[in-house]
């Protein structure tokens, strides 16, 4: 059975700063793993995708890394803001999506 | 991009009644829909997967009989939390392709459940 880990649980920064989001996982028999951003009361807003094949893939201030073989993946945030402060979850797709528990993160103004 | 609309956001209830809660799919058509809960400070959970015109698949240690998940068209999947107790209240939340078999998915705002 999948074992998605997200490691810290909560993480505050002063704004400017950058972020780094860990995620492992036990079975790196993957298609993918997908990065989330979740807000309170919100629903999930996909934030990027890496394809088992890929080492990285980039959104303006986001990078996502993966390493399949040691079964982790880390998201970065350059020069964090405020409105980055949410719940960003990582999911791994081995047939069917497993969620890490989320790194909360708050970033301060 | 494509947009699943899930209501009700919020629901309270008592003990025993039940729930339905709706995920429309709104400019595009889901063959697919998944349903996952959450509960507080832990992950989302898969509970099921309805397909468009057949039962739904479910997880293990899902009760079929108490969740009930339909799928009558291809824009409108609902879940029914039947004689709904306190341990049920959770955050419901689906999501869907809005290609099939396309693996980045789109998600409903979810609905937290409060069980009286």
């Known amino acids: 059975k999948q074992e998605v880990t997200q490691i810290p649980a909560a993480l505050s920064v002063p704004e400017g700063e950058n972020l780094v989001l860990n995620c492992s996982f036990t079975?790196?028999?993957?298609?993918?793993l997908q990065w989330f951003r979740q807000d309170p009361g919100k629903g999930l807003t996909s934030l990027l995708l890496?394809?088992?094949?890929?080492r990285e893939q980039t959104s303006g201030r986001l990078n996502a890394s993966l390493d399949k073989s040691s079964g982790r993946s880390t998201l970065y945030i350059a020069a964090s803001q405020p409105g980055d402060s949410a719940t960003y979850l990582c999911a791994v797709n081995d047939y069917k999506l497993s969620f890490g528990a989320g790194t909360t993160v708050t970033v301060r103004a | 991009g494509a947009v699943v609309s899930q209501h009700p956001s919020r629901v309270i209830c008592k003990s025993g009644t039940s729930v339905k809660i709706e995920c429309r799919s709104l400019d595009f058509q889901a063959t697919t829909m998944f349903w996952y809960r959450q509960f507080p400070k832990q992950s989302l959970m898969l509970m099921a997967t309805?397909?468009?015109?057949?039962?739904?698949?479910?997880e293990q240690g899902v009760e079929k009989d108490k969740f009930l998940i339909n799928h009558a068209s291809l824009t409108l999947s609902t879940l029914t939390v039947t004689s709904a107790h306190p341990e049920d209240s959770s955050f419901y939340i689906c999501s869907a392709p809005a290609l099939v078999g396309d693996e980045k998915l789109f998600f409903g705002s979810g609905t937290q459940l409060s069980v009286l």
């Open positions: 890496i394809q088992s094949s890929q």
């Open positions: 079975d790196s028999a993957i298609y993918n």
């Open positions: 309805s397909n468009e015109g057949s039962k739904a698949t479910y």
